[in-house]
């Protein structure tokens, strides 16, 4: 039996393989034997460990030296340690999406080393001594009855694993069911976790979907978010990311008693919902925010601002906002003025233009425009960078403008002078109409956090121009 090194510093070392880290373990012994933290959530996850939320911990007792177990690649994030014995630990990597596909690992480990294993990167092991006993944290439940496509397997003895067993594999003691697993090249290739996109036939979400073709897209037909049905309505495990795009927007009928319900219910009790499915299954959770989270007294917004909506949709939008932010993976991506595939601003005042008619628009209220696939490309730029978690504002950039000064625009497109439009103040255009909902004179967004994680969002004259160009 081999001698355990006592007192070593808790340490990490990562591998050749994305995500694959083994660390040393202080075990303090004397002639009673030996005692360590096996895992320790506060000290590893300071030191990098993913807080990965174990479910179940099982043991494998290994009688033999030579019993050989593998490699089997499964659903789940795996914590693997020893209570005794000694083993040569080894690892290829599974995953579709891996920047390290198909690369395999070694480690001759004792009780004085653990290592991380990431959902997808097959696992096996050596028993080098009788009586080890081989242990291993999960964040999933076995299931007798997976998913096809959730669980790969290879075979241990095939030689592109480039794997040195101790004792070859034709001499240890192996299963059958382990002897017959396909060959690297014949195994299953383990793919990406499921992102799921709520608001899927919306502006933004068509425009989402252009970015995650293999992405689950729903409707309220398809998924009520609002009922708490949801919380059990799909194997959450499987799932890596959600994104939501589904808002009620009605502004102004939020002010009415039927509105103001709905746009509680869409805008705050279902991202409530996400926000749970989010936290207990570690998904990352992205949720739409707005402007009309602000009163528009200040005239550059900045991430870190308190709330102070003028009307019930910002209210409910400021209640989402606070319910997304106990998701621990969150993104909260604050926008504004956003246009995309179907009716919008843009497309409404070429309509207009088209028809010879000379419209009032608001000239008083300042911020500036969203296209609907910049805003789509800065969601997927966050979560594909792994930008630190947290709120970021995102509209297109350029110089601030009124809607009077985007409508302008638009008849000079479409062949009109810019005269044609005429701005008026908020209170000239709502005059002697009832149940308008009050709305923020400044809504310009600071860039500076979003640009910093390296996205550079397009002027929006540029987009708008391409926009109607386009369309």
Do not use: C
Not at 83 to 95: E, P, Q, T, V, Y
Not at 222 to 230: A, G
Not at 396 to 424: C, F, L, M, Q
């Amino acid at each position: 039996m081999s001698e355990i090194l006592f007192s070593k510093e808790l340490q990490a070392h990562e591998t050749p393989i994305e995500g694959l880290v083994w660390y040393d373990l202080p075990v303090m012994g004397d002639s009673r034997g030996w005692f360590k933290e096996n895992w320790q959530h506060e000290k590893m996850t300071a030191l990098g460990l993913p807080d990965f939320g174990p479910v179940q911990n099982n043991i494998s007792f290994n009688a033999k030296k030579g019993v050989t177990r593998g490699l089997h690649a499964e659903p789940w994030d795996k914590y693997v340690s020893l209570g005794a014995g000694r083993i040569l630990g080894a690892w290829r990597d599974m995953r579709q999406d891996s920047a390290s596909f198909g690369q395999t690992f070694t480690l001759e480990m004792d009780p004085s080393h653990a290592i991380f294993v990431p959902r997808g990167v097959a696992n096996g092991f050596q028993a080098l001594e009788d009586d080890t006993i081989y242990m291993y944290l999960v964040n999933d439940h076995w299931s007798a009855n997976p998913p096809e496509g959730v669980y790969s397997f290879v075979n241990l003895a095939d030689p592109t694993n480039n794997i040195d067993w101790p004792i070859p594999i034709d001499q240890a003691e192996v299963s059958e069911k382990d002897r017959n697993h396909p060959m690297f090249d014949q195994a299953v290739v383990i793919k990406p976790k499921k992102v799921l996109i709520t608001g899927a036939n919306g502006q933004l979400g068509r425009a989402l979907a252009e970015l995650y073709p293999d992405a689950e897209l729903v409707g309220r037909e398809e998924l009520d978010i609002v009922n708490e049905s949801i919380l059990t309505a799909r194997r959450w495990r499987d799932y890596g990311a959600i994104i939501n795009a589904a808002a009620y927007t009605n502004v102004d009928g939020a002010e009415t008693p039927e509105g103001r319900v709905t746009a509680w219910e869409a805008n705050a009790k279902a991202i409530r919902n996400l926000a749970r499915i989010a936290t207990e299954y570690h998904l990352r959770l992205v949720h739409v925010s707005s402007d009309y989270v602000f009163d528009g007294t200040k005239d550059l917004h900045t991430e870190g601002e308190p709330f102070s909506p003028l009307n019930v949709y910002g209210q409910s939008k400021a209640a989402g906002d606070i319910a997304a932010s106990t998701a621990p993976q969150h993104y909260i991506v604050r926008t504004s003025w956003v246009m995309g595939d179907g009716k919008n601003f843009a497309s409404i005042m070429r309509g207009l233009a088209e028809r010879d008619i000379k419209p009032t628009v608001v000239g008083d209220q300042i911020g500036r425009p969203t296209f609907a696939d910049t805003l789509a490309r800065g969601i997927k730029h966050l979560v594909d960078s792994k930008a630190p978690f947290g709120t970021y504002n995102l509209t297109n950039d350029g110089e601030r403008a009124s809607w009077a000064d985007i409508a302008k625009i638009v008849y000079e497109h479409s062949g009109k002078p810019a005269s044609d439009v005429t701005p008026v103040t908020t209170e000239e255009y709502y005059r002697g109409k009832d149940g308008i909902a009050p709305r923020p004179p400044q809504s310009t967004l600071d860039l500076s956090k979003i640009k910093a994680t390296g996205f550079m969002p397009p002027d929006w004259r540029e987009k708008l121009d391409e926009y109607l160009k386009e369309n």
